[in-house]
């Protein structure tokens, strides 16, 4: 269970926190409303508890947002406010919100209310999973994710996966280093369906374990292929796979991650794990151990999407990070839009004073690749050099030793 604090007051906030932690929920928090949107766009919790009264966005401002946008209309929302108004309370129903709390507020009720929304909240999403069953064939993919889980549970033993490799090249000398292994699903009715749709359901059914593994599997054992046949460069080509946080939990990724090495007998020193920042935040503690065990076989670890979290330097500094991957959207228009530019200059300055290699993401123009080389960016990805491709059409660019013609200036 996740639950979003949104309140710009730090110590209610720190306080709510630590009371949702103790009673072994996973929290996210953000101290103004805009963030808090955006928080709850992209990690889905489960519930939020939002404070009325803050600068700028206010919490009718989230809640009128939040209840606009489909993936997060039917979150539960719970008020905090500090004034015992009517007028405030029926405002607040009026608009959507489930559930309301007076500040200064006793912790029981604080988790009565909590309970209550999720109650409510499970059983309606229990009802819906199972109506959703019987209905799957009918449903449309977009409108309905949770109509993929049948099919998902199927998709392995049917062949659908297929991994797509996307080069990596090194700004130095725009040779290709190694790819990122990325997945893909032909579903047989549906189609095409983008791993952003269906990793959340792999997640959250536990399928991603069976299927990361076959990923780490196949792509092992296509990349020690090339290694063996083609790859001339000064070092054997790398491989970099996507693990999330529900692998990361699992107590057995290690044991899983040292099997599939022995058998496709690949060297844990090509191999970079990316993992996200939210990844690492919902249990920072056992999270260090498993990268440390991780390291100690030799692998490699990288911060995916970095920029889009929480990330501060002090907390990078306590994790054994290899490699920052700088996410796509800071690099896009850092050449016209000087918020990007200073903040992208900035993540490259803070990975260099933390000896990190630092990977550029959704390199897209000619402009933004010049702009990467003048700071000194290591390695860049994106769809400018080439988009993810299948292994056959990969392998024709090592083939062909294609390369980045680096600017100069
Ligand atoms: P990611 O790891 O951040 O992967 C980069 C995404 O950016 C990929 O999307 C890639 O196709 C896309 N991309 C690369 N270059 C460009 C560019 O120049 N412009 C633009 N607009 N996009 C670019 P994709 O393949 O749809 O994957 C989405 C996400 O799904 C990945 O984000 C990753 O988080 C997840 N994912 C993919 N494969 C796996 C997997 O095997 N396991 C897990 N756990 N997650 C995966
Ligand atoms: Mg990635
Ligand atoms: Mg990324």
Not at 140 to 167: G, K
């Amino acid at each position: 269970m996740k639950i979003l604090v949104i309140e710009d007051e730090e110590l209610v906030r720190e306080s709510i926190l630590e009371l949702l932690e103790a009673e072994g929920f996973h929290t996210i928090d953000a101290a103004s409303g805009d963030v808090g949107v955006e928080l709850a766009q992209r990690h889905k919790p489960d519930l939020i508890i939002c404070d009325v009264m803050m600068p700028n966005l206010d919490g009718y401002g989230v809640l009128n947002i939040l209840r606009q946008n489909s993936a997060t209309a039917t979150i539960p929302f719970i008020f905090l406010t500090a004034k015992a108004d009517k007028v405030d309370f029926r405002q607040g129903m009026n608009l959507g919100a489930d559930d309301y709390l007076t500040k200064p507020y006793e912790a029981v009720e604080l988790l009565e209310a909590i309970a209550t929304q999720l109650r409510k909240y499970t059983t309606l999403s229990q009802h819906y999973a199972i109506q959703n069953i019987a209905v799957e064939t009918k449903l449309d993919t977009t409108s309905d994710p949770l109509a993929l889980e049948p099919s998902l549970r199927h998709a392995l033993e049917r062949e659908e996966f297929q991994i797509y490799y996307q080069p990596q090249v090194n700004l130095q000398s725009g040779q290709i280093v190694g790819s990122e292994a990325l997945l893909r699903w032909r579903h047989s009715e549906k189609g095409f369906i983008s791993p952003t749709e269906f990793i959340p359901i792999a997640e959250a059914t536990g399928l991603i374990i069976p299927i990361g593994e076959w990923v780490l599997h196949t792509a092992c054992t296509q990349t020690k292929d090339w290694q063996n046949r083609l790859h001339t460069g000064s070092e054997p080509l790398r491989l970099a796979v996507n693990l999330s946080a529900y692998q990361f939990s699992n107590s057995d990724l290690n044991n899983t991650i040292i099997k599939i090495l022995t058998e496709t007998n690949f060297s844990p020193k090509s191999l970079e794990l990316e993992l996200t920042e939210s990844l690492i935040i919902q249990d920072t503690n056992s999270a260090i151990q498993i990268m440390h065990e991780l390291k100690k076989l030799g692998i490699q670890l990288s911060i995916d999407d970095f920029g889009m979290g929480y990330s501060s330097l002090s907390y990078l500094q306590q994790l054994p990070f290899d490699t920052l991957k700088i996410d796509r959207s800071f690099v896009q228009n850092v050449t016209n839009n000087n918020g990007n530019a200073g903040i992208t200059k900035a993540i490259i300055q803070m990975a260099r004073s933390l000896n990190l290699n630092v990977i550029a993401e959704g390199v897209e123009t000619e402009a933004e690749l010049a702009f990467l080389c003048q700071e000194n960016c290591d390695v860049m990805q994106g769809y400018l050099f080439s988009r993810p491709l299948p292994a056959k059409e990969f392998e024709q660019l090592l083939i062909e030793k294609k390369s980045l013609v680096i600017p100069s200036y």
